[in-house]
Nanobody, 117 residues
Framework: QVQLAESGGGSVQAGGSLRLSCVAS????????MDWYRQAPGKERELVAG???????EYADSVKGRFTISRGNAKNTVSLQMDSLKPEDTAVYYC???????????WGQGTQVTVSS
């Protein structure tokens, strides 16, 4: 089993910044990718940004140029630097990871990000 623990959420005014972090623990042998998803009230969960084991990244169009995803040296941590935040970025942000050997996937419990105008 793999447990994902997010931190760094909070409230900020539009134009501000927040940094989210996620640490994977438990049976962490190798994670092929780690992603950040978000879900706003009344909306479906959507991919915000993802990063593979090799460092390849992808971003939702809505956050390109504002958000940066990175993995730690230990490869079991992932961070999301969020700059120039907008009210529409308000959501619960979830960490997601895929285990490399068998493809099992795991979700964190989520952290609230609120951006006020």
């Amino acid at each position: 089993q793999v447990q994902l623990a997010e931190s760094g959420g909070g409230s900020v005014q539009a134009g501000g910044s927040l940094r989210l972090s996620c640490v994977a623990s438990g049976d962490v042998f190798s994670l092929s990718r780690m992603d950040w998803y978000r879900q706003a009230p009344g909306k479906e969960r959507e991919l915000v940004a993802g990063i593979t084991k090799s460092g390849s990244t992808e971003y939702a169009d809505s956050v390109k140029g504002r958000f940066t995803i990175s993995r730690g040296n230990a490869k079991n941590t992932v961070s999301l630097q969020m700059d120039s935040l907008k009210p529409e970025d308000t959501a619960v942000y979830y960490c997601y990871a895929v285990e490399e050997a068998f493809g099992y996937d795991f979700w964190g419990q989520g952290t609230q990000v609120t951006v006020s105008s």
